[in-house]
């Protein structure tokens, strides 16, 4: 019995050695192709080694955009660095319109007579007690309640609370009945008339209302029920951590509100050991505006009290905006993305 033998062509091996060798060429040419190919934040493929060509108008766009965000912030910036830049510079040059830039003939004189006025380190001091537990107060009133507003068990009970809420942002008793009021409470003349009064923040509680509505998955709420957490226990163990950009935002808000409080203690405090920083800048320049006019007629002893009143104020307004410069660069991040998702919906 004979088997059939198939010849095969002596150059098919040669061929198959030859596809085979061009397969692995074209694999390993697209291999580093592929694998330089990496997905981008937005799970997009993203080469470094290719860029999109702009064309000449999308060169013109983008030098515009760019000279008016340089205009703007040279308007936003020059008028605080000039006054660092006056605070620190000889008067006499001030007024003759030869600073701009750079300080002339540096001094500190300025700072030294608004700090030789004892009363600045206790105005410093009343004003961070002051903001420090206001602050405080205000976090721990206004978290729940936006919480709490936040819940659509409570039903339509919330409408009405809120709508009781958003009235005292557009009418108030006045300042008489304010008065009066405090006067019965016993805050006059009391530390507590900076903190209680202003416990809560309308405007700051519907943002936080809207980011606990719409940063906060429904899912989390079901997940802790099952998991035997209360209301309070999800509030305080996943709310909580998880709302630290509008607690940064918010309590930003009230801390440069408590900072810059001025109204209150004009109108209730009367005791000198009880003012804010606010009040105490405002008293040395009051008294340096007073020594002004108390000066003799000769014209230059006017002059040179107007230019020490013009130094006074210009370090008055750098160590009252000081702090919160130093304090704001570390809570941008959470600022900028807390105003955002807080501010989606209402």
Request: charged share 10%; net charge positive; hydrophobic share 50%.
């Amino acid at each position: 019995m004979s088997m059939k033998t198939r010849n095969v062509p002596s150059n098919a091996g040669a061929k198959a050695v030859s596809l085979n060798g061009l397969d692995a060429a074209k694999m390993a040419t697209t291999a580093p192709t592929i694998a330089s190919v990496k997905n981008g934040k937005d799970g997009v493929p993203f080469n470094k080694h290719y860029h999109l060509q702009k064309s000449v108008p999308d060169w013109i766009v983008d030098i515009v955009i760019w000279l008016l965000l340089a205009i703007i912030v040279v308007i936003v910036i020059y008028p605080l660095w000039f006054i660092l830049v006056a605070s620190f510079s000889d008067q006499r040059l001030v007024s003759a319109g030869r600073v701009s830039v750079w300080p002339l003939g540096f001094t500190t004189a300025g700072y030294q007579r608004v700090f030789q006025d004892q009363r600045i380190w206790t105005g410093y001091w009343n004003t961070i007690v002051y903001s420090v537990l206001g602050t405080a107060l205000n976090l721990v009133v206004t978290l729940p309640a936006a919480f709490a507003l936040s819940r659509r068990e409570v039903g339509k009970v919330r409408r009405v609370i809120l709508f009781l809420f958003t009235f005292t942002m557009y009418f108030s008793g006045g300042l008489i009945p304010s008065y009066l009021l405090y006067k019965q409470l016993g805050l006059l003349n009391n530390m507590w008339v900076f903190i209680l009064p202003g416990a809560v923040s309308v405007w700051n509680l519907i943002i936080a209302r809207s980011f606990f509505e719409t940063s906060i998955p429904e899912d989390m709420f079901d997940a802790a029920k099952l998991d035997g957490l209360s209301y309070g226990g999800y509030f305080m163990k996943i709310v909580i951590p998880l709302s630290s950009a509008i607690i940064a935002v918010i309590g930003l808000y009230y801390f440069v509100g408590h900072w810059n409080d001025y109204f209150t203690g004009l109108i209730y405090i009367r005791e000198s050991g009880l003012e804010p920083l606010q009040n105490v800048l405002q008293s040395i320049l009051l008294a340096n505006q007073t020594n002004q006019l108390g000066t003799g007629a000769g014209g230059q002893s006017m002059l040179q009290q107007q230019q020490i009143a013009d130094q006074i104020k210009y370090g008055v307004i750098i160590v009252s905006t000081l702090p919160l410069l130093i304090i704001y660069p570390f809570l941008q991040k959470y600022f900028d993305k807390g105003v955002m998702i807080g501010a989606v919906k209402g």
